[in-house]
């Protein structure tokens, strides 16, 4: 038995997650929202009798640990660590401490980097007098200085760690056939993960060279698109605050943490990514952007809330004089006139707005543009709906006009087959996997065409139609048809019972507001595949006059 393995054995799912989710039993299974996705109806469901978890929202399921990495944003390693120290688990995890000895040797050569910096006046200079770091901020993050490049590679070979960070692409052998350090000459900057680990560096070039600022490379341990700077901290912050302030910069969250506020994350040299969002709508609901005031801070705030808009969260945004970014508006204007700043913070759709209005009529077509590209990315139907009565209430404008479709030819498969069966034939057949049909829950008609499949006898025996569907994407269909097939059925159609309840006292007139607004959430929420199989679902179950 792996170390894995008895973890599994010796935890309760349902006491883990409910400790992270707010569980609500049904039937034999527990349910709640769906933290990984934006979900108005409970789609996240966990079967204690198989010790699985699983979303028919947006497809994500597995064991517990693999729910606390998705969770915490960490490896699935780390997760059976973690769970293991939480609940003082008996495990030895053995040969498996690889990341481990990654963890230990980027701490020891962030203890080589602080030693560097206090030799290197110049690297002190910059610090101290240039940027106006205090001594005592500099010590609380850490910062450090990797030197000529080549000492760090001796003291790496000393201590036994070279390979490690061999490995983590953080030496790289020059033309002269010498290795040095990826971060020469730069102040290093360690990038933490939510439990506080070093899992790689930033580096500042001292000397005008290209890029100034530069990451690790990524690794096993650290992914640079899902990784935020500052989030270690940010998460003990927000136990106080509700919002979170989201910058562009290194800098920029040291210098906000330094005045107090330590809500400050920062991507890491990128535009913000849907994995970044994502992370960010598991801390909060409120999000604060404060981005340079410049026309690439502008654009920074579109891009960002492309993606942020995918998730429950409400997004104000604070418009920093031109030229300045957090860290030099602190500087200038010292911490009072930050608060005054994030106090006037403006939704971002009145924002929006607003910039329309005062936009000469030459521009205005721009701002309607970025309006409508931004309602087009909101996973909220409710909340589409209401951005754009807003801006037809404020500027007497439509947002969206007639459109024109051309009509295209749909391949209709039989209305007994579901949108999952549909696509795991279509897996079997194209991409030629083997599975084992007594591992998914096929009806009749689809499992006889899968043992047709299966048989290889030619696709002359198989119904024309399958032969005609679509198949653009069909490795992700796949996979998502294969995780929803293998959860029991009943799961789903707690979902289904719950919606018809509430659609026949929304019929009868008896539904309470709250109840009108729980049914309007979850009908959109499901997906076009999930609303066929609800119709059927009504078609074949009538609740009786004392409900569900």
């Not at 490049?149 to 036994?160: H, L």
């Not at 102040?187 to 290209?210: D, H, M, Q, W, Y």
């Not at 696709?459 to 005609?468: A, G, H, S, T, V």
């Not at 719950?498 to 929420?525: C, I, N, Q, W, Y």
Request: glycine share 6%.
């Amino acid at each position: 038995m792996s170390v894995f393995d008895e973890i599994r054995r010796q935890l309760d799912i349902v006491e883990v997650i409910s400790e992270y989710l707010p569980l609500k039993r049904v039937g034999n299974s527990y349910a709640t929202r769906c933290p990984f996705h934006p979900d108005g109806t409970p789609s996240f469901y966990v079967s204690p009798s198989r010790q699985i978890w699983k979303c028919f929202g947006c497809g994500k399921g597995g064991d517990v640990i693999k729910f606390v990495a998705e969770y915490e944003n960490i490896s699935y390693l780390e997760a059976a660590k973690l769970l293991a120290e939480r609940f003082n688990l008996e495990v030895d995890f053995g040969t498996e401490e690889a990341e481990g000895k990654y963890y230990t040797a980027l701490r020891k050569i962030n203890e080589y980097y602080r030693e560097e910096l206090l030799k290197s006046d110049e690297a002190k200079h910059f610090l101290l007098k240039e940027r106006k770091f205090s001594p005592s901020i500099v010590r609380d993050f850490s910062l450090g200085f990797a030197g000529n490049g080549y000492g760090s590679v001796d003291f790496a070979k000393r201590e036994g760690i070279f390979e490690e960070l061999l490995q983590l692409k953080h030496f790289y052998r020059t033309s002269f056939g010498k290795y040095r350090d990826f971060f020469h000459e730069r102040v290093t900057i360690p990038i933490r993960n939510s439990l506080s680990k070093v899992v790689a560096f930033g580096g500042r070039s001292l000397k005008g060279e290209l890029p100034k600022y530069k990451n690790s490379p990524n690794s096993e341990i650290f992914q640079k698109e899902k990784s935020l700077f500052g989030i270690d901290r940010a998460k003990d912050y927000l136990r106080d605050k509700n919002f979170l302030i989201l910058v562009e910069g290194y800098f920029d969250v040291i210098r906000l943490h330094s005045v107090g506020f330590g809500n400050s994350v920062a991507p890491l040299g990128t535009s913000l990514t849907i994995h970044h969002a994502r992370l960010v709508s598991k801390l909060t609901q409120r999000v604060i952007l404060l981005f340079d005031g410049d026309s690439a801070g502008r654009k920074a705030i579109v891009e960002a809330s492309k993606r942020l808009l995918k998730f429950p969260l409400d997004i104000y945004v604070v418009t920093l004089p031109p030229g300045e970014d957090p860290d030099s508006f602190v500087l200038k204007e010292g911490v009072r006139g930050l608060r005054k700043l994030l106090g006037d913070a403006k939704p971002l759709e009145k924002l929006l707005i607003e910039a329309f209005l005062k936009a000469p009529p030459a521009k205005r077509d721009s701002y309607l543009q970025i309006y409508r590209d931004l309602v087009r990315e909101i996973s909220d139907p409710v909340k589409a709906e209401l951005w754009q009565r807003e801006f037809r209430d404020k500027t007497g404008l439509q947002l969206f006009g007639k459109r024109k479709f051309i009509p295209i030819k749909r391949v209709e498969p039989p209305s007994n087959l579901s949108p999952q069966e549909i696509d795991f034939l279509l897996g079997l057949l194209y991409l030629q996997e083997r599975v084992d049909l007594n591992s998914v829950n096929l009806s009749p008609e689809a499992r006889k065409i899968a043992e047709e499949i299966l048989r290889g006898d030619g696709k002359e025996k198989l119904p024309k139609w399958l032969l005609e569907m679509d198949t653009l994407g069909l490795e992700k269909r796949f996979k998502a048809a294969k995780d929803i097939l293998a959860v029991d059925k009943p799961l789903m159609e707690e979902t289904f019972k719950k919606l018809l309840h509430l659609e026949e006292k929304v019929k009868r007139g008896e539904a309470t507001p709250e109840e009108l607004d729980s049914f309007r959430r979850m009908l959109s929420a499901l997906s076009e595949g999930e609303r066929r199989l609800y119709q059927k679902f009504k078609e074949r179950f009538k609740p009786d006059s004392g409900g569900l």
